[in-house]
């Protein structure tokens, strides 16, 4: 299922980015949402406090995991999606992006997106689709260990490109 090779590729880029110095916190660690028994819409109180729990931790930053599903099977490759609200996204997603046109057989490219959490969320951050599970050899590549870690890897690569320029 995807939320959990989502949360495989997040443990991996989580120790990937620790071991290169970065503190990381989860918005997640299992199987679980953050919504209230209160929410009348379980999706949207999911989604406000993840924007609550980036914003109380003061992140410099975040990355949110996902993978992708399209109608035509042929579709592959990553992609990285950024909202305008704060410049320094495009940065961090152009970064991220040029990291997977270098080291991955995407010919993706960086997409803007005004998807409620991205649009609510001041602190520098980008969405990350890192496959399609709609592609059967894609699908297959995405739960291996092997390729996760080079998910981790690449993302890890963009995350340190963006902080030099930012420097």
């Not at 919504?35 to 924007?51: E, F, Q, V």
């Not at 057989?105 to 005004?114: F, G, K, Q």
């Not at 590549?141 to 995350?159: C, D, F, H, N, P």
Request: glycine fraction near 4%.
């Amino acid at each position: 299922m995807e939320k959990d090779l989502n949360l495989e590729i997040s443990q991996i880029l989580r120790d990937t980015l620790i071991s290169r110095g970065a503190i990381v916190y989860m918005i997640r660690d299992g199987d679980q949402d953050l919504s209230s028994k209160w929410d009348a819409n379980k999706k949207r109180g999911d989604l406000y406090r993840r924007i609550l729990k980036i914003q109380k931790v003061k992140s410099d930053l975040y990355l949110s995991i996902h993978l992708n599903w399209y109608d035509n099977s042929y579709r592959q490759g990553a992609e990285v999606l950024y909202n305008s609200i704060n410049p320094k996204n495009k940065v961090l997603g152009e970064s991220i992006m040029n990291q997977f046109l270098k080291h991955t057989y995407t010919s993706r490219s960086l997409i803007p997106t005004d998807l409620y959490i991205y649009r609510n969320t001041r602190v520098p951050g980008v969405l990350i689709e890192c496959g399609f599970l709609s592609n059967p050899n894609e699908r297959y590549l995405l739960q291996t260990e092997k390729y996760q870690r080079k998910i981790a890897q690449v993302i890890t690569s963009g995350v340190i490109d963006y902080i030099k320029k930012e420097a």
